[in-house]
């Protein structure tokens, strides 16, 4: 966080920060409330009881008040300076992906990833290079178009679930590779069976058409494609959002972005 709060400002000029603390045990919820009362652009979002990944994300982009969000993980895999990759693209979409450059991740963790987005291809017809790397920018605007209540998932088939309810929204879309980095904080939990688990029960689900991804209508995404929809928001401000002590920074656009 104080690496966000560090850099965000060459790209924006007024940021707030939102950390999501979603049921912690430690002392996570601590820590936040007291950098909080530190900084006036921090602020503090506290689950009672522990709503996955998916919800902590959610909860975050929902609080987001501006413009443009961008969310990330917490872990240090990824340089939140790389932010520059995605505003540099920004203009004539609504949302930037990234996607991991040499993914730093033990071969068993990018097999499995390797899988999970073959299968989202196949059973989606049509797929995202790498609908979990967590370096993301929307236009806020996105999100009132395409609530965030039609995303049902709130475990790790929530990104992707969210991708392709925004993909079927007709959103346009565009994807930039990212440096990624060996994890020098926290624990990956993302290979857990009982996270595979649920995440396989959200996505037969959703190709079943049992709960969420949007509507039936179906659009292929190749590489490098953008999507067409409706009009853009005016560029004004910017959002991040991290995984490990989930955090969300809001911001007003600086002449860099």
């Not at 707030?16 to 503090?44: C, F, M, N, Q, Y």
């Not at 097999?111 to 797929?127: D, M, S």
Request: aromatic share 8%.
């Amino acid at each position: 966080m104080r690496d966000a709060l560090t850099v965000l400002p060459r790209f924006a000029d007024d940021i707030e920060v939102t950390v999501i603390d979603d049921g912690s045990t430690d002392r996570t919820g601590k820590i936040a409330d007291d950098l909080a009362k530190a900084d006036p652009r921090v602020h503090v979002v506290h689950h009672g009881a522990r709503r996955g990944y998916g919800g902590a994300v959610r909860s975050g982009l929902l609080s987001g008040t501006k413009e443009f969000i961008f969310f990330t993980d917490g872990d240090r895999q990824f340089d939140i300076a790389d932010l520059g990759r995605l505003t540099a693209v920004i203009d004539g979409v609504e949302v930037v992906l990234g996607y991991r450059l040499k993914r730093q991740d033990p071969p068993r963790t990018r097999f499995v990833a390797w899988v999970y987005n073959r299968v989202i291809r196949v059973l989606f017809f049509g797929g995202f290079r790498d609908v979990d790397c967590a370096f993301k920018l929307f236009r806020r605007e996105v999100f009132e178009r395409v609530p965030l209540a039609s995303v049902r998932s709130n475990g790790a088939f929530f990104s992707a679930e969210m991708l392709i309810t925004l993909r079927r929204a007709g959103v346009r879309m565009r994807e930039v590779g990212v440096p990624h980095y060996p994890r020098s904080a926290g624990k990956a939990k993302g290979q857990q069976p009982k996270v595979i688990l649920r995440a396989i029960r959200d996505l037969l689900a959703c190709a079943c058409g049992s709960g969420g991804c949007g509507s039936s209508s179906i659009s292929r995404l190749r590489r490098g494609d953008t999507l067409r929809a409706g009009g853009l928001a005016p560029r004004g401000t910017l959002a991040s959002l991290a995984e490990q002590g989930p955090l969300l920074l809001t911001a007003r656009r600086s002449s860099s972005f």
